[in-house]
């Protein structure tokens, strides 16, 4: 019905056409986001494995086991999501003329994504933490950024490709 109305008032009242050629705003890129949700991944995953006890889960385990799962399935996308997003908004025939294997490393770093999400693994999400590091790192590099490798500062305590400004 709003559809219609919208469509009516426009008839009548053309509205401007806008357009865009990408998802976010230009030069609004880091590939933090998919660094922390894979950060999130091993952590979730490091949980589920401390459920498993070798005895039966409680009720209150069982949604616990529940929400974790989710949740580190939500990540392992959210992985994913981040990094199609900057391979294919801001990757360009130069930048994949520099860092041949891009594509390559993408589709790792997707089946990763979806290892992490069909596994309780940790060498696994420990996998994609490195591809997406590696990610991170071509990004970097065809800003022109130094970067540094250093421990997060939280759980599960893993290296992580920064920018050094």
């Known amino acids: 019905m709003m559809y219609s109305i919208l469509r009516q008032l426009d ?3 053309p509205f401007a ?3 865009a050629h990408c998802d976010i705003p230009c030069k609004i890129y880091d590939p933090i986001t998919a660094q922390v949700a894979a950060l999130s991944v091993i952590r979730l995953t490091d949980l589920l494995l401390e459920l498993d006890t070798g005895t039966p889960l409680s009720l209150n385990q069982q949604a616990q086991l529940s929400r974790l799962v989710r949740e580190k399935e939500i990540h392992a996308e959210k992985v994913k999501a981040e990094v199609r997003v900057i391979w ?3 990757f360009k025939a130069a930048q994949f003329d520099v860092f041949e ?3 390559a490393l993408v589709h790792n770093i997707m089946l990763a994504g979806s290892a992490c999400k069909q596994h309780i693994d940790r060498q696994k999400c420990e996998s994609l933490l ?10 970097w590099q065809s800003k022109g950024v130094a970067t540094k490798t250093a421990t997060c500062p ?3 305590s893993m290296p992580v490709l920064y920018p050094d400004l």
Not at 130 to 139: E, K, M, S, T
């Open 154 to 156: 939280y759980p599960p």
């Open 17 to 19: 056409t806008v357009s």
């Open 101 to 103: 294997d891009t594509h």
């Open 130 to 139: 490195q591809l997406v590091n590696q990610f991170a790192g071509y990004f």
């Open 11 to 13: 008839k009548r009242l």
């Open 88 to 90: 294919g908004d801001y």
